[in-house]
């Protein structure tokens, strides 16, 4: 529920470019030293996207950060055991090859829901097959809880 706000948070940069979210998953990966995790966005109208500024996909990782909790917050900024959160843009279409490959697992097509969180390895190489571009949030969230 902390990540649908978040996330649900960040997505309010993108109305003014006439773009919303149709699904999102996310990841922590930890390929890189410190480990940071990754939220997947498929968009509805997408085409518009390319004309999004990449500091506004910046801002919506930084927002993403901002509105997670006190833990995430230290580990981010005092400790510095998390690296910057980042948002990889994938093609339309990605969260539908997502639940084809469930479904060809045998997930059931009236129960499937999309995980908002992946780390079975062939889901995470599904989807990163598909990126179209990425962002890093540009700076550390502020370090005292957001409590609104």
Same mark, same amino acid.
């Given at each position: 529920m902390?990540?649908?706000n978040?996330v649900?948070?960040s ?5 003014p ?5 149709? +699904?999102y998953?996310? $990841?922590a990966?930890a390929?890189t &030293?410190?480990?940071h995790?990754?939220v ?7 085409e518009?996207a390319? /004309?999004?500024p990449p500091s506004?996909f910046? *801002?919506c990782c930084l927002?993403?950060?901002e509105?997670l909790?006190s833990v995430?917050?230290r580990?981010?900024v005092r +400790?510095?055991?998390?690296g910057?959160?980042?948002?990889? &843009?994938?093609?339309?279409?990605s969260?539908t090859?997502?639940? *084809?490959?469930?479904?060809s697992?045998?997930?059931? &097509?009236s129960? $499937? ?8 390895a062939?889901i995470v190489?599904?989807?990163? /097959?598909?990126?179209?571009s ?7 969230? *502020?370090?005292v809880?957001? $409590?609104k």
């Amino acid at each position: 529920m902390e990540l649908q706000n978040a996330v649900e948070n960040s997505v309010k940069h993108l109305i003014p470019f006439n773009t919303s979210l149709e +699904e999102y998953t996310s $990841y922590a990966d930890a390929s890189t &030293i410190p480990g940071h995790y990754v939220v997947y966005w498929e968009l509805i109208n997408q085409e518009q996207a390319t /004309s999004i500024p990449p500091s506004v996909f910046e *801002d919506c990782c930084l927002t993403i950060e901002e509105s997670l909790n006190s833990v995430y917050r230290r580990l981010r900024v005092r +400790e510095k055991s998390v690296g910057p959160l980042e948002i990889r &843009i994938v093609e339309k279409g990605s969260f539908t090859k997502l639940m *084809d490959f469930a479904i060809s697992k045998g997930a059931s &097509i009236s129960q $499937y829901k999309t995980p908002k969180c992946v780390n079975f390895a062939p889901i995470v190489e599904l989807l990163n /097959s598909r990126v179209l571009s990425n962002y890093f949030s540009p700076k550390c969230p *502020d370090w005292v809880p957001n $409590y609104k």
